[in-house]
């Protein structure tokens, strides 16, 4: 059931091969304009991946994050540490767009942007774990970088063979010891235990011994707080919101799958996390309005798309359910993500995403959201880990289910699921 397969390898004389820093960063006449050809959706989605990604990755790789990158935070953010917030961009952007790295068939426009992100994005791995350089990531203190590790956790998962295999010994050795160095805090009892299972998850994939109840929390309390139809409870109870999306479906998957690779015996556990993730993901299906809207609940309105990751895996997975086509998928995502990073306000001076749902509103921000917390966006870009001849791509723009329910046309009827 497992799709992704990720091939090719990217030498590290490309990565070391001198770009200089001015073509190292974003804007000028490298940055795509976000104007593909009408019906071309994939031009669309990767020139504005490559717009909200570019800003974070270019200026990691050319050493400037730290001095390049705007911190706006919520008038109500608490007391945490607002370095924090480089970690933030970095975990969130590197798990969108691992999966459009993971694709070595550079040829074309597209094909181009691609491999200086890849190279870009290489580069700016060695030099965040880099002791001492500018743009250093901290692991050493506050309970965030429990989060964030787990997004570049999830990173290498979805591009081994691009994002992992490349980096010299010694940056893959500081990256063990900083994931193992969050064991000394605990993940609060919610989705956060997802984060610690995942990271763990990473390291036994790479030969390390996992901490064990680490490891085991995050899926044991998942199955406790299951709810039905799909949803989990974010602890014991149910939040109705997109943190099902954000974090629990996709990172319990991705934790169960590495699980049944090593433990044949817990492919049912997968399989399972699977099903119930596809009943999700044709629920988020249907909350996509004719419109191409979404409705703003809960916390963390401000990742925007990201909101849509479960119903991204799973078309990248190849395991839409049935009833739901790939491509009323992307033409159902195609215009949600027109109507909102077409917005006037959405991006700031050289495209830095600004903290708001659609354009800039920084009083809806939680006490939690700075200006790395945002690209949690680039989550929603996951489908373009699928070549381009592949059906989700190819095939003729569809409507979706609320579009066709509301033209009266016939769409598939709806019942819950008991697993």
Request: net charge positive; with cysteine; proline share 7%.
């Amino acid at each position: 059931m497992e799709r992704r397969k990720f091939l090719g390898a990217l030498s590290l004389a490309g990565v070391a091969g001198a770009l200089s820093p001015k073509e190292l960063l974003a804007g000028g006449p490298q940055q795509p304009a976000v104007s593909a050809p009408a019906g071309n959706d994939r031009e669309y989605w990767w020139q504005l991946l490559y717009k909200i990604a570019d800003p974070v990755v270019a200026n990691l790789a050319a050493g400037t994050l730290v001095k390049n990158m705007p911190v706006e935070k919520s008038p109500t953010f608490d007391k945490r540490s607002a370095h924090v917030t480089y970690l933030e961009a970095v975990g969130r952007t590197y798990a969108g767009i691992a999966p459009w790295l993971a694709l070595t068939d550079d040829v074309g426009r597209e094909g181009e942007y691609r491999q200086r992100m890849r190279t870009n994005a290489v580069k700016g791995l060695v030099a965040c774990f880099t002791p001492g350089s500018a743009d250093a990531l901290n692991f050493k203190t506050d309970y965030q970088p429990i989060v964030d590790a787990a997004y570049l956790a999830q990173t290498f998962l979805r591009a081994p063979k691009v994002l992992w295999e490349p980096l010299p010994a010694d940056t893959k050795t500081h990256i063990i010891t900083a994931f193992k160095s969050l064991r000394n805090r605990k993940p609060f009892n919610s989705n956060w235990l997802l984060f610690g299972s995942l990271t763990e998850a990473f390291l036994l994939s790479v030969g390390e011994e996992p901490d064990a109840e680490r490891l085991e929390k995050g899926i044991t309390k998942m199955a406790e707080w299951y709810k039905g139809d799909g949803w989990y409870g974010d602890g014991p109870n149910l939040a109705f919101d997109y943190y099902n999306s954000f974090v629990i479906h996709p990172m319990l998957v991705d934790t169960l799958a590495v699980l049944a690779r090593h433990q044949p015996e817990r492919k049912k556990e997968y399989d399972l996390a699977v099903k119930r993730m596809q009943r999700y993901a044709l629920e988020q299906e249907r909350m996509i309005s004719p419109e191409g809207t979404f409705p703003p609940i809960g916390r963390s309105i401000t990742y925007r798309t990201g909101a849509f990751q479960a119903l991204s895996q799973i078309a990248l997975m190849e395991l839409l359910p049935k009833g739901i086509e790939p491509a009323q998928v992307r033409s159902a995502l195609t215009l949600v993500k027109k109507n909102m990073y077409g917005a006037k306000g959405t991006f700031g001076k050289d495209n830095w995403l600004n903290l708001g749902f659609v354009g800039h509103d920084p009083q809806i921000a939680d006490y939690y959201t700075s200006t790395g917390s945002l690209y949690m966006a680039t989550l929603s870009f996951l489908p373009l880990g699928l070549p381009a001849g592949n059906p989700f791509w190819a095939a003729p723009a569809a409507e979706w289910s609320a579009k066709k329910a509301w033209a009266g046309k016939n769409f598939e009827k709806d019942y819950h699921v008991d697993y």
